[in-house]
Structure formats: structure tokens, C-alpha cells
């Protein structure tokens, strides 16, 4: 009576392609949710920064008893960086306000200037305001600026923009709201950033 061999127990060539294939497919599946995840995830972080950015501006307000403002600039790595004139917050200063006209000192250093928006992110990210200057009283409270649009609402949004209309779930866009009082809050509803008719992209 023959004794049987020892069986082999590696991957056959059949089973390594079936094995590929599968990997193959679930990567397929998957790479578009992660690369929304991804989308999503970096449109909440400029939303947050930009947040954290107005509450500094407002706690600053407060703490030094002077005027604090905050605007949308070209150039936030200059040493003294302007304002610029288009509702544009890819990149913003926080400033003190000596006069109050929401428009820096020449030569002052600002007490923070951010890019949020990368080079490389310029033409598929988008961060637009109501107005281009947000002001803050020495009582934490939103200032009106003659002859400056107030941007107490802004949106974050990629070229999803604000989403398909009664499609549920919430809106790909992130919204900023500042209310008088200097409070910020965050919201994703659709039907809540249609309202503002603030435009996302590049007009």
C-alpha cells in the first residue's frame, strides 16, 4: 500500500489571481469614499481654523480693550500684510484696529496671519465671505464698518459645492456664521447656506 506524499499547503497560482482580484475590487470600492472622506475632512479643518481665527480676533478685542479686526489678504507671509478688497479668505490677517476702519496700520505686524488655502489648492477649494472685514468692540461684540461689507457668513466648499437640493445628509460645504454678539457657529444644512447666497468657486 502506497503512503500518500506530503500535501502542499502554499497558494496555487489559481487562488494568488482570485485572491488579487478580490483586493483589486475592495480597493475599487473603497477609494472613492476614502477620497471623499479626505475632501470632507480638509474643508472642516479650514471651516475650524477660520473659526478659531475669529475667536481669536474677538478674545483679543476684549483682552486688550482696543478694537481687533479680521480681513480676507494676497499676502499673509509678508511682514506687514494688506487687506484685500474681494470677500476671498483663502488666506486672512487678525489684527489691532487703531481707527477702527477695519484696515491695518501700515507697518504694523498683525497678530496672526494664516493661509488656509494651499498653492496647489487654490483652483478646487473655495473660501467666501458676505463681506471682507470682520470687527470685533472691546465688548467682544460685531462691529458695522461704514463703507465695509461685514462678512459675518462664510463658506467652505470644494467643487461639490453646496450639494444637490432635498438630497439627504448634510451639505459638502461647511458654513461659518458670526452673529452680532461675536459668536460663532458652525452648519452644514443646505437649505440654512442656500439663504446666505454666498458663491462658491472662483466668482
Known sequence: ???????????????????????????????????????????????????AAVQLARSEAVKRQKIVSMCPTRSPSARSPGCSEEPNFAAWIVFEDGDGDCLPVAGAVPIRAEAAVQSGEAGHLWVRASGVCISFSTSGALRTVQ???????????????????????????????IDRNGRVSMTRQRETLRTWRVACGSS
Do not use: K, Q, W
Request: hydrophobic share 45%; with cysteine.
Open 147 to 177: 463703507d465695509m461689507r461685514t462678512a459675518d457668513h462664510l463658506l467652505v466648499c470644494d467643487a461639490r459645492g453646496i450639494g444637490v437640493p432635498d438630497t439627504p445628509g448634510p451639505s459638502p460645504a461647511h458654513g461659518v456664521l
Open 1 to 51: 500500500m502506497a503512503l500518500a506524499g506530503p500535501r502542499n499547503s502554499g497558494f496555487t497560482l489559481l487562488e494568488g489571481v482570485v485572491s488579487l482580484l478580490i483586493l483589486i475590487l475592495l480597493v475599487a470600492i473603497a477609494s472613492p469614499r476614502i477620497a471623499e472622506y479626505r475632501r470632507g475632512s480638509r474643508l472642516t479643518s479650514i471651516a475650524s481654523d477660520f473659526a
